[in-house]
């Protein structure tokens, strides 16, 4: 994490009411680009090879394609991600693939413009979000993954307008069940959508089939769209479902997160982290 400021207030993140609009600006406490190198540095020498960004609102650190061109260049890192709600994208999205950044993660909760802005706590443009999609893709983000997080009753009624507009596109779709990220939902699992429900709504308009994980510890659950003949066509691309309530996949993961004060935390609930500064 670069920052933990955000321009969006989410509900299930940093919802407006109990968030202040100041929250995270303050750059005293954060790690400067020096630090971050020497963390990434160590981390690489004891075999981390995959590094991705994020924040608050990553795209909110000035200066950051300086920061993405000097991690690239670290001996061991072989990928190097970010992720982002795509509302800054459209101007500094060239810049960050220049400076070396390989791929692209975009919060997407929905394509209706009003839910959108409803969702994103009354701050966010479905439109602004498209228009850096675009820039990305110009730009040579070739296959860039969308997470939208389901909630029931909430915009549940996105997800087959979504898998339409991303479908044949080259991007990878992933669904998220609701869960308590920002400690500020209770839990409520009355608003939880299964993601084993989400496959059995698109499977109603989209045939899909199973595929293989690319990796160990991976979180999401990848389906293909089935072609002629019912097999997967890799031209369609592939949507994900990342089950964190219903299927935890706690047993093999293998991630760590390294707070915008230099706390490393070994668990995305852990209350407590290990100070590195």
Known sequence: SVIEACNFRCDYCMPADRVPDDYGLDSASRLTFDEIETLVRGFARVGIRKLRITGGEPLLRRNLPEL???????????????????????RQARALREAGLQRLTISLDALDPEVFHRLSGGRGEVSKVLDGVRAAEDAGFDSIKFNCVIQRGINEDQAIPLVEHFRGSGHVLRFIEYMDVGATNQWRMDEVLPSAEVVKRLQTEFPLVPLQATAPGETAERWGYAGSGGRHDPALGEVGFISSVTQAFCGDCNRARLSMDGKLFLCLFAGQGYDLR
């Open 68 to 90: 993405v061109a000097r991690l690239v260049e670290v001996p061991g890192i072989e990928d190097l991600a970010l992720t982002t709600n795509g509302s800054l994208l459209a």
